[in-house]
Antibody
Framework: QVQLEQSGAEVKKPGASVRVSCAAS????????IHWVRQAPGQGLDWMGV????????TFAQKLQGRVTLTRDTSTRTVYMELSSLRSEDTAVYYC????????WGQGTLVTVSS | EIVMTQSPATLSVSPGERATLSCRAS??????LAWFQQKPGQAPRLLIY???TGATGLPARFSGSGSGTEFTLTISSLQSEDFAVYSC?????????FGQGTKLEIK
C-alpha cells in the first residue's frame, strides 16, 4: 500500500532553517507529484508547493518564494522540504501528500519555532 | 491566486440529520475540486475529488456536487464519526488553494 513516512518533530530558533523528509513507498515514485501542506495551530490547511519527482521541477506558493526548497532523491524515494529564515509564524504541522488529488498523506511533522 | 471561501464556518447538526457544506471559488476551477475531512491530531482524509467522485471506501452518505465556482458537500444522515472539520481545495491552477474549513459539530 502507498505510504508516506515523514521525519520527526523539530524545534528551531528564529532565523534558522529546517529540513523535513518524506519517504515514499508502495508505488512508482516518479509517477506522482509530491505536495507540501502546512497547518498552523488551530488554523486551516495552507498549500506550500509541489515537486515533480520525475524531473525535480518545482512550483511554490508566492508568499514562500525564496524561503522554501523542495528536492528529491530518486535512489531513496525521498522528498525533502527545506524552509529557511524561520519565524514564529512558521510553527505548524507540515504534511507531504501525493497527488493531485491529494489522496495519500504523510503523518505530519511538527515544526516549532521558538527562541 | 484562486481564493476558496467555505460557508458556514461552523455548522451545528444533530446526528441522523443532513448536512450541507458550501465552497465557492473566486474564479472557475472547472471540476478540479476536492473535499477533505480532518479530525484532531490526524492528517486530512480525501473524501471527494473531481467535485463529485468519491474516494475509495467512502460511505454512500457522502456526496459532492457542483462545477465552475460553486460546490457542495452533502452528508445525508450524520453519524457520530462525521463530526470533524471539512476543507475544500481547488487543483485547477497553482497554487492549489484550500478553503478555510467548516467545522461540523454536534447540535
Amino acid at each position: 500500500q502507498v505510504q508516506l513516512e515523514q521525519s520527526g518533530a523539530e524545534v528551531k530558533k528564529p532565523g534558522a532553517s529546517v529540513r523535513v523528509s518524506c519517504a515514499a513507498s508502495g508505488y512508482t515514485f516518479t509517477d506522482y507529484y509530491i505536495h507540501w501542506v502546512r497547518q498552523a495551530p488551530g488554523q486551516g490547511l495552507d498549500w506550500m508547493g509541489v515537486i515533480n519527482p520525475d524531473d525535480g521541477s518545482t512550483t511554490f506558493a508566492q508568499k514562500l518564494q525564496g524561503r522554501v526548497t523542495l528536492t528529491r532523491d530518486t535512489s531513496t524515494r525521498t522528498v525533502y522540504m527545506e524552509l529557511s529564515s524561520l519565524r514564529s509564524e512558521d510553527t505548524a504541522v507540515y504534511y507531504c501528500a501525493r497527488g493531485p488529488p491529494l489522496g495519500d498523506w504523510g503523518q505530519g511533522t511538527l515544526v516549532t519555532v521558538s527562541s | 491566486e484562486i481564493v476558496m471561501t467555505q460557508s458556514p464556518a461552523t455548522l451545528s447538526v444533530s446526528p441522523g440529520e443532513r448536512a450541507t457544506l458550501s465552497c465557492r471559488a473566486s474564479q472557475s476551477v472547472s471540476n478540479s475540486l476536492a473535499w477533505f475531512q480532518q479530525k484532531p491530531g490526524q492528517a486530512p482524509r480525501l473524501l471527494i475529488y473531481g467535485a463529485s467522485t468519491g474516494a475509495t471506501g467512502l460511505p454512500a452518505r457522502f456526496s459532492g456536487s457542483g462545477s465552475g465556482t460553486e460546490f457542495t458537500l452533502t452528508i445525508s444522515s450524520l453519524q457520530s464519526e462525521d463530526f470533524a472539520v471539512y476543507s475544500c481545495q481547488q487543483y485547477n491552477k497553482w497554487p492549489y488553494t484550500f478553503g478555510q474549513g467548516t467545522k461540523l459539530e454536534i447540535k
